[in-house]
């Protein structure tokens, strides 16, 4: 049975996990099981999900007529950065070794608005680990803050957001499409399939995709592909296993796309 938070974030002033100036970077750690849900929420401070082991899928939801929901797929090889305000929700998809970084609003990146997917280092990885290390030396602390912070400031982007027509304002042919995608991206191959499960019609959906998510839906499910590949690159699948689970009709189609897309062959992120 899924398990629902609504409400598991630090909220108050005096919730220890609050950063503050004097302590800007807070680090949570919590073992998570697999159909864990916590409920659209925000904060004031800026937040760094990702996991230690695990895959999480973490949802950056649109505010009133704003049509910019993106949905991200998150192995422990990248983290997504929430932030101060932005309201989101996160899913975990594999039991996961949970990591949330809380960072005080005024360390927020110049230029990082709303939502983005970086790369986690494996640097920054054990610098959580040491920050998280109960107890804490004197002073120590206040050594590793500043060197979380500059290992985000300076990490690689990883574009991999997935973007979603918004829910109550975009056309609802579209969304249920986009949905049906993101949880089985094999089940179809061609947007006249997926077109007809939605009782629309191919060049209805294709518009739609340009009007509402300024994308054709090739590219967008390209995003939808990678977002679902890296995750199983990750813990060894076969590359062919891999190009079957997304939906391509042969392991070479889809290392020429992921290697367009990435810049690598998907045999660089297997085990990653």
């Given at each position: 049975?899924?398990?629902?938070?609504?409400?598991?974030?630090?909220?108050?002033?005096?919730?220890?996990?609050?950063?503050?100036?004097?302590?800007?970077?807070?680090?949570?750690?919590?073992?998570?099981?697999?159909?864990?849900?916590?409920?659209?929420?925000?904060?004031?401070?800026?937040?760094?999900?990702?996991?230690?082991?695990?895959?999480?899928?973490?949802?950056?939801?649109?505010?009133?007529?704003?049509?910019?929901?993106?949905?991200?797929?998150?192995?422990?090889?990248?983290?997504?950065?929430?932030?101060?305000?932005?309201?989101?929700?996160?899913?975990?998809?594999?039991?996961?070794?949970?990591?949330?970084?809380?960072?005080?609003?005024?360390?927020?990146?110049?230029?990082?608005?709303?939502?983005?997917?970086?790369?986690?280092?494996?640097?920054?990885?054990?610098?959580?680990?040491?920050?998280?290390?109960?107890?804490?030396?004197?002073?120590?602390?206040?050594?590793?803050?500043?060197?979380?912070?500059?290992?985000?400031?300076?990490?690689?982007?990883?574009?991999?957001?997935?973007?979603?027509?918004?829910?109550?304002?975009?056309?609802?042919?579209?969304?249920?499409?986009?949905?049906?995608?993101?949880?089985?991206?094999?089940?179809?191959?061609?947007?006249?399939?997926?077109?007809?499960?939605?009782?629309?019609?191919?060049?209805?959906?294709?518009?739609?995709?340009?009007?509402?998510?300024?994308?054709s839906y090739q590219q967008w499910r390209q995003q939808a592909a990678l977002a679902h590949a890296?995750?199983?690159?990750?813990?060894?699948?076969?590359?062919?296993?891999?190009?079957?689970?997304?939906?391509?009709?042969?392991?070479?189609?889809?290392?020429?796309?992921?290697?367009?897309?990435?810049?690598?062959?998907?045999?660089?992120?297997?085990?990653?």
């Open positions: 049975m899924a398990q629902r938070h609504p409400r598991l974030e630090p909220v108050g002033d005096t919730d220890p996990f609050t950063p503050d100036p004097a302590r800007p970077v807070r680090v949570r750690a919590r073992s998570m099981p697999a159909d864990t849900h916590f409920e659209p929420h925000r904060h004031p401070w800026a937040q760094l999900a990702f996991c230690a082991t695990g895959t999480l899928r973490v949802r950056a939801l649109p505010e009133g007529e704003r049509l910019d929901e993106l949905t991200y797929i998150v192995p422990p090889s990248r983290a997504v950065w929430i932030a101060p305000g932005q309201l989101h929700c996160i899913d975990v998809l594999e039991a996961a070794e949970f990591r949330t970084l809380y960072l005080h609003a005024s360390l927020t990146p110049a230029g990082w608005s709303g939502s983005r997917m970086i790369v986690a280092s494996p640097l920054l990885r054990e610098l959580v680990q040491a920050l998280d290390a109960q107890p804490l030396r004197p002073g120590r602390e206040a050594l590793l803050m500043p060197l979380v912070h500059d290992e985000i400031t300076h990490a690689d982007p990883q574009a991999l957001a997935v973007p979603m027509p918004h829910a109550q304002h975009g056309d609802k042919r579209l969304r249920a499409l986009c949905e049906a995608v993101v949880r089985a991206p094999a089940a179809r191959t061609l947007l006249a399939d997926w077109a007809a499960d939605v009782g629309a019609s191919e060049r209805t959906i294709a518009r739609l995709f340009q009007a509402e998510l300024g994308t890296l995750p199983l690159l990750a813990q060894g699948a076969s590359v062919a296993h891999v190009a079957a689970a997304t939906g391509y009709a042969s392991e070479s189609a889809f290392s020429a796309m992921f290697k367009a897309a990435m810049g690598q062959p998907p045999s660089s992120f297997q085990g990653r």
